[in-house]
């Protein structure tokens, strides 16, 4: 995918130039995000839920209900504007958030922490990982 | 079972000056590296979740990168939670942990 996938507009929007095959793969991350936060057994669910103070068993009732529910807001609005050709702050910031959550759990679940591991795995997954890089690369440029 | 003695003035004072120290000790947040978060999208999380002006956002994102990791707030415990929550809502690694 050449050329910049999220360009900010002189309106203030960020315009989504994702093709079909574009958001196809944002819908697939976006949608494995949404099932992994309600289902224990996905691959992705551990990842969503990781400790906030390591120091204890269980952590703060109230921060882990606020994440739960940022993060649902989130990955809902991310949902909600997959096929917008426009993006207020909001929506891409939702999108960003997603994104980058849907790119951390994929390294987690494979269990690749290092650059020598992501060097060292399978070829399709390396293409995942490198559009989800290019996506939050371009969005982040645009934001 | 030992039997209470009530307490003198001089250990009511160092007790109470030890509950102030470990009650005031910060909390840290704490960032985390990985091997495939672009750094431009850390330096953006952190401007938007702190509200740090491009170049601190981009010193922090660096010593995460070098170090391994990166004390990017410090504070009162539920701020720091709070902080922590937004982070990884963000898609970044973080923890948080009491300045030792």
């Not at chain 1, 399709?124 to 990982?129: G, L, N, P, S």
């Amino acid at each position: 995918m050449a050329g910049r996938l999220f360009v900010r507009r002189r309106d203030g929007r960020i315009e989504v130039r994702l093709n079909d095959a574009g958001r196809e793969i944002a819908r697939e991350a976006f949608g494995h995000v949404l099932a992994a936060e309600t289902d224990p057994t996905h691959e992705w669910h551990a990842s969503l839920n990781g400790p906030i103070d390591p120091s204890h068993d269980v952590d703060d009732p109230l921060a882990t209900f606020n994440r739960q529910h940022e993060m649902t807001s989130n990955v809902e609005l991310a949902v909600a504007t997959l096929g917008e050709e426009f993006l207020n702050d909001a929506e891409a910031w939702a999108w960003l958030c997603t994104l980058q959550i849907a790119l951390r759990a994929t390294i987690t679940a494979k269990g690749i922490l290092t650059s020598d591991r992501l060097e060292e795995t399978d070829d399709t997954t390396r293409d995942y990982i490198q559009t989800l890089q290019a996506f939050l690369f371009s969005l982040a440029d645009a934001m | 079972m030992p039997s209470l003695k009530p307490l003198r003035v001089s250990d009511q004072t160092q007790t109470e000056s030890s509950v102030a120290t470990l009650t005031e000790r910060p909390w840290n947040v704490v960032v985390w590296d990985d091997p495939v978060t672009p750094m431009s999208v850390v330096v953006v999380i952190f401007r938007k979740i702190f509200g740090y002006p491009n170049n601190k956002a981009t010193q922090l994102m660096l010593t995460v990168h070098h170090e391994g990791r990166a004390i990017v707030w410090s504070g009162p415990l539920e701020r720091a939670q709070g902080y922590c929550v937004k982070l990884q809502v963000a898609g970044l690694l973080c923890t948080i942990e009491q300045d030792s």
